[in-house]
């Protein structure tokens, strides 16, 4: 946990940050000894390190502790579409070039290159990004070599000499086949003990073996446990005094006990009680928070933070048809899609497998009429899946496995938006 100077004044958003890096309300779970088993990874462990856990569980914040991104080489999952972008990005942090041309004159020679990245055509072969070139101006009768290098090689030579960590942070939102030629290109750089370290969730992480069975027994798993009460309320009971406020105990257990075991939404909790109470920073005369409307409280996160790809996923896909009308048993009428996401929603899920049986029965509970058949059901599911997989965040929120006829809830945002944010 952070240091504070009791005679500066903070600002509320330096004490809770949901979805950045926590200083003050950082708790580092030393009973779990997480810090030190990623640690490991520095001493030339010789292999692929495989963080995981839930989504917003702390994996990318306990990460950055030990490998600071000013320190590595570090990737988001859905930050490169292509693979060719990943190693020119590669190259450009690690400031070396991947087109070189030599002029040779009989008067001068001269050299230039291009970084990978700039915005200039050069023999078959476009960059984007900056350019540093030098060229001799003097005449003179002679002639221009172009080379081009292959921007993987030069990005693998380059992490080697280097020895800087490579980071993926959201390793699963990459596509199979991208997943597959990233593990066999870095597997000798594993080997010779450079730290790679892939961040997943829990389901996902076995993941790089399936795309590369020579690393069986070369990876070392560091798991993420959602985050216990006790561990949750560490963060009001150190935030809300920096701010020379007092949350009562009964508010901090409840916040606690809705928070899915996520910090992430533990401190979404806090800020928000802060923007209610006008809290903007330390304030001088202590304050005593003893009256919170704590349902609007839990309505106005689940609104702000679920909301949008609730949305998403009940307008389904486009078409041209009206969809068929249900009637739910609370008097109101929805599409098929909206009906799934109801029944999840009387599941009250947390971070959770549930089964398609399971799924059908609430289904059941929350319609009237006649019921929808199970191949309706699954191809909703699969819809939205892939929905769920084409947004902007880099975990989709849902993950339907066809074959398992399982469905994963890996977005605690969303579950609370099923609990709190559906009237």
Not at 52 to 73: H, M, Q, R, Y
Not at 140 to 149: M, Y
Request: one cysteine or more; aromatic letters at 8%; hydrophobic letters at 35%.
């Amino acid at each position: 946990m952070g240091i504070f100077n009791k005679k500066q004044k903070y600002r509320a958003r330096q004490v809770f940050i949901p979805g950045g890096q926590p200083t003050l309300t950082y708790n580092p779970r030393k009973e779990l000894d997480l810090e030190t088993k990623l640690e490991d990874a520095k001493d030339f462990l010789c292999k692929l390190v495989m963080m995981t856990g839930s989504t917003k569980s702390g994996k990318t914040v306990l990460t950055n502790k030990i490998f600071p991104k000013s320190e590595t080489i570090w990737f988001d999952g859905g930050s490169f579409s292509t693979e060719e972008d990943f190693w020119l990005e590669i190259v450009l942090q690690l400031d070396t070039y991947v087109d070189e041309t030599i002029t040779e004159s009989k008067n001068k020679t001269s050299q230039g290159a291009v970084k990978a990245g700039a915005d200039k055509q050069l023999v078959l072969f476009k960059l984007k990004g900056e350019a540093s070139a030098s060229h001799s101006t003097k005449k003179g009768e002679g002639k221009t070599q172009n080379r081009k290098g292959n921007p993987k090689t030069i990005a693998l030579q380059a992490l080697r000499e280097s020895n800087k960590p490579l980071i993926i942070d959201d390793f699963h939102y990459l596509p199979r086949e991208q997943q597959a030629n990233l593990v066999r290109a870095v597997k000798a750089l594993i080997f010779d003990g450079l730290p790679v370290i892939f961040i997943a969730i829990p389901h996902r992480r076995l993941d790089a073996v399936k795309v590369e069975r020579e690393m069986t027994g070369r990876i070392e798993t560091v798991s993420v446990p959602p985050w216990e009460e006790v561990e949750l309320i560490e963060i009001p009971k150190i935030g809300f005094p920096i701010l020379n406020c007092q949350l009562a105990e009964e508010f901090i257990n409840k916040l606690a006990s809705e928070a899915i075991g996520s910090p992430h939404l533990m401190q979404e909790f806090c800020r928000e009680i802060c923007n209610m109470k006008s809290i903007k920073e330390t304030v001088d005369d202590k304050i005593m928070i003893d009256e919170v409307d704590i349902e609007q409280l839990f309505r106005n996160v689940s609104l702000n933070t679920g909301k949008i790809i609730f949305d998403k996923l009940s307008k389904g896909p486009r078409q041209r048809a009206d969809r068929v009308q249900r009637q739910l048993t609370n008097g109101t009428t929805t599409d098929i899609y909206g009906l799934v996401l109801h029944a999840l929603a009387q599941l009250r899920p947390g971070l959770d497998t549930i089964d398609y049986e399971t799924l059908r029965t609430a289904v059941r509970e929350v319609s009237t009429g006649t019921q929808p058949q199970a191949h309706e059901i699954t191809r909703v599911l699969d819809k939205m899946s892939q929905i769920a997989a084409s947004d902007e965040s880099s975990t989709p929120v849902i993950d339907w496995e066809k074959e398992e006829r399982i469905l994963h809830v890996t977005d605690p945002f969303f579950a609370f938006y099923l609990r709190w944010g559906i009237e």
